[in-house]
């Protein structure tokens, strides 16, 4: 079983800045790929940010110059920076990773999304 366990969000002043963690745990052998995305208010949820295991990253337009996605492969967890917030960056953010994980079988890969974490940001 894998979990995935965010923290980090919370109400914040236009310009301001937040960090939001994800952490991944369980049985797990190696994460891939890592991602944030988020859903505003009445809109679907859509990809903010990704961290490939190699340190390769892609960014929604935009929060590109903004948000700074990060990771750490020995805690299997994933970081993003968001300077310069505004209004429109209100959303729930959830944390998603790609996992290859260890069963009794011998290895599994599976998708894992976090509970969701509320970022507000006032005008």
């Known amino acids: 079983q894998v979990q995935l366990v965010e923290s980090g969000g919370g109400l914040v002043q236009a310009g301001g800045s937040l960090r939001l963690s994800c952490k991944a745990s369980?049985?797990?052998?190696?994460?891939?790929?890592m991602g944030w995305y988020r859903q505003p208010p009445g809109k679907q949820r859509e990809l903010v940010a990704v961290?490939?295991?190699?340190?390769?990253?892609n960014y929604a337009d935009s929060v590109k110059g903004r948000f700074t996605i990060s990771r750490d492969n020995a805690k299997n967890t994933v970081y993003l920076q968001m300077n310069s917030l505004r209004p429109e960056d209100t959303a729930v953010y959830y944390c998603?990773?790609?996992?290859?994980?260890?069963?009794?079988?011998?290895?599994?890969?599976?998708?894992?999304w976090g509970q969701g974490t509320q970022v507000s940001v006032s005008s």
């Open positions: 998603n990773a790609h996992v290859l994980y260890r069963t009794p079988w011998g290895q599994r890969t599976g998708e894992y």
């Open positions: 369980g049985s797990i052998f190696s994460t891939n790929a």
């Open positions: 961290i490939f295991s190699g340190g390769s990253t």
